[in-house]
């Protein structure tokens, strides 16, 4: 039995003016594919996700993020971008766009977009142009065009290798057929990496920049934030399987310092539009001092915090990199970000129903054990000071799907014998809504990844008003969120005694979070007046049993 704030309701806060809203702001990612199909074609789109916006408000959160839904060939889902001014059609049009972003602000709920400056679609103008006009163009100088090694050029200029696996390098076709130049590209090869040196691509995503913000969007989330700017001279890194230094080393293509002059710019763009409009790093830095360093006052508003997503369900290592994550952001005053899944990874629920096994599964796990913890998580989570990010799904406790067919893969990187893990489509299952119908009500033409028969009991529908279900303890925890004045807000915590495998802390304004990470119930005082827990707690005589993994929010 879960037990609930007894006078939760399920509010949202408003649009309203207010300065720095994102500091402890809960913001929702959808991803746009997998979230609701307005036509019926099997694909989730712009109209799909309007028509589910009251069930955001309801869940009461406060912005949602929105993948990639511009004009692209979609080699990565979205993340190869062709216009960045146009919507794909198979998401709808920039009409759509306009009508969801006023749907949302009357909902009083905030829309981010996501960003892609690191890299374009080799579709788009500019590299199409590259390819036409050949070597010494002046389009090839927005891209890191170079001749190869070799006696006839026939090696890749430098020893990179691609995060989805193989050479960071392709080599073009001169316009006479004759073998030509490499272009770089850390992720697919129909992902062209820009050349920021270059004056044009500031000029043009400044543009971009302002394009959104008169739309009306909130702000933006931009993806390989930490990969835009490559050491001087792009030199050889040394060495092959370079994707295991990833986030434990600066790479000569990955979190160099240039980076921060461009958000320099960008922020004073953000701050010259009214409404408090925002800016979020995906930022993959070796430690979460060095992501501070994209959240100085002058540069973007947050950064996803990726220590925190890739740590295990342990109290001391918890313990640690909370304190690290609260630590480092504190000098530079940015808000601490807290998030457990999202579009790349293994839903956490399926993450923590094993052994610690890094943040790609490809085993089930024990479902009952992973949704317990995961439940657990949450609570933790949405107890701590800062930001709180929510991934589409996780809200109804859905497991990653681990057994889809090879055949429906669509992740770029399935496949490769080198490279990202190519399982991330298990992640990306369209969510259900319904318990009947065609594709869980996700759309009337079924689903672009095929759903489990399980997840008719997981739809919204079926949680909906039961009061042991995933849903109602998300839609509990964030109206008690809103409603106690502990939570979010501040840059600190308070740790308290407790017993091995147990967290405790108090956060100033009458609030203690106790999080039991055992597999073995735990006797401790009881901190006060129980407003929340994802288990049943007993009370006896002033002493509380917590069940094995249960986090409980106490009113002091």
Not at 214 to 234: P, S
Not at 267 to 284: C, S
Not at 368 to 381: D, N, V
Request: charge should be negative; hydrophobic fraction near 40%.
């Amino acid at each position: 039995m879960t037990q609930y704030l007894a006078d939760a309701h399920h509010a949202a806060k408003t649009t309203a003016p207010g300065a720095d809203w994102w500091r402890d702001a809960v913001i929702y990612q959808v991803y746009p594919r997998s979230f609701a199909d307005g036509n019926g074609d099997g694909m989730g789109d712009l109209p799909g996700i309007r028509s589910r916006l009251p069930y955001l408000r309801e869940l009461g959160v406060d912005a949602v993020w929105l993948s990639p839904f511009y004009a692209s060939p979609q080699a990565d889902a979205g993340y190869d971008v062709a216009d960045y001014r146009a919507i794909d059609p198979m998401f709808g049009t920039l009409l759509d766009a306009d009508a969801l972003i006023r749907d949302a602000h009357e909902l009083g709920l905030r829309i981010i977009v996501d960003l892609v400056p690191n890299h374009s679609s080799d579709a788009h103008e500019w590299f199409r142009r590259a390819l036409q006009e050949g070597p010494g163009s002046a389009p090839r100088e927005r891209y890191h065009f170079r001749p190869g090694k070799g006696d006839d050029g026939e090696l890749p200029p430098n020893d990179w290798e691609s995060i989805f696996g193989g050479p960071a390098w392709t080599r073009t076709e001169n316009p006479d057929g004759t073998p030509g130049d490499w272009y770089l590209h850390l992720f697919a090869p129909e992902q062209p990496d820009f050349n920021w040196e270059h004056p044009a691509v500031a000029d043009e995503f400044r543009s971009i920049l302002r394009f959104w913000l008169d739309m009306g969007v909130d702000g933006f989330r931009i993806d390989v934030a930490h990969g835009l700017v490559k050491a001087e001279g792009l030199p050889d890194l040394g060495g092959s399987d370079q994707l295991k230094l990833l986030g434990n080393d600066v790479m000569p293509f990955f979190d160099q310092d240039g980076v921060h002059e461009i958000y320099r710019s960008w922020r004073t763009i953000l701050d010259e539009y009214p409404g408090d409009r925002i800016a979020v790093a995906e930022a993959w830095t070796p430690t979460v001092e060095r992501t501070a360093n994209y959240v100085r006052p002058d540069e973007l508003h947050q950064a996803f915090n990726f220590q925190y997503l890739g740590t295990h369900w342990d109290a001391p290592e918890l313990r640690r990199v909370i304190d690290q994550s609260l630590d480092a952001m504190r000098p530079v005053g940015a808000p601490a970000t807290w998030v457990l899944s999202n579009h790349d990874v293994t839903r956490h629920a399926t993450r923590f129903a094993g052994p610690p096994a890094g943040t790609q599964i490809r085993e089930a796990g024990d479902r009952e054990l992973g949704l317990r913890r995961a439940r657990a998580a949450t609570l933790l989570m949405l107890a701590l000071p800062g930001s709180a990010y929510v991934y589409q799904g996780e809200e109804l406790g859905l497991p990653d799907v681990t057994d889809l067919p090879d055949e429906v893969r669509q992740d770029p990187a399935f496949g490769r014998t080198e490279g990202q893990d190519g399982f991330r489509d298990g992640c990306r299952v369209p969510i259900p809504w319904t318990a009947k119908g065609p594709s869980y009500g996700f759309g009337e033409g079924g689903s672009w990844l095929p759903q489990p028969d399980s997840w008719a009991a997981l739809s919204v529908e079926a949680q909906t008003g039961d009061p042991e279900s995933t849903l109602e303890l998300y839609r509990s925890a964030l109206a008690a969120r809103r409603e106690h004045p502990a939570l979010g807000a501040g840059d600190a915590v308070e740790w308290l005694d407790a017993p091995e495998g147990v967290l405790a802390f108090r956060r100033e304004g009458g609030f203690v979070c106790t999080v039991n990470t055992t597999g073995e119930a735990v006797r401790i005082p009881a901190a006060g007046r129980v407003l929340l827990a994802n288990s049943a707690v007993r009370i006896t005589d002033g002493e509380a049993v917590l069940p094995a993994d249960t986090t409980v929010w106490w009113a002091v």
